[in-house]
């Protein structure tokens, strides 16, 4: 919403709570527009390809960020010989699951995420 003063035009949060555990304002998806360079998809299955789209569209994942041995399709464009997954695996499926299973407004997500990405991983094996 907005509230106008004058000539000039202020957003205006009437959800805001006041409160240091929650966020009162969090950004929702809508739209994700992924650019695949046609030359780097060469020899890869259209489901690897969809698969690491779909992650990388419905989670804010730094792609920058060293991700060590996790076995992730997150690994299908890394300079690794081998790491190419052929799908989600459990480490994406309990990332993805506890991304939607918590609370976006709860400033301990994080931390909520990962114990619950353990316990479901813990669960696969």
């Not at 804010?60 to 690794?80: C, M, Q, W, Y």
């Not at 939607?100 to 990405?117: C, H, N, R």
């Amino acid at each position: 919403m907005a509230e106008t003063l004058g000539q000039m035009t202020y957003p205006v949060n009437n959800r805001a709570r006041g409160s240091r555990l929650l966020y009162d304002d969090v950004p929702a998806i809508s739209t994700a527009i992924v650019i695949v360079d046609s030359n780097r998809i060469e020899g890869l299955k259209f489901g690897q390809l969809a698969d690491y789209v779909a992650l990388i569209g419905l989670a804010e994942v730094n792609l920058d960020k060293d991700l060590g041995d996790v076995p992730t399709i997150l690994h299908l464009f890394s300079a690794r010989a081998g790491a190419k997954q052929q799908g989600l695996t459990p480490w994406d499926e309990a990332f993805l699951k506890a991304l939607s299973g918590t609370p976006q407004e709860d400033v301990m997500q994080l931390s909520e995420m990962q114990t619950a990405a353990l316990r479901y991983i813990a669960q696969t094996q």
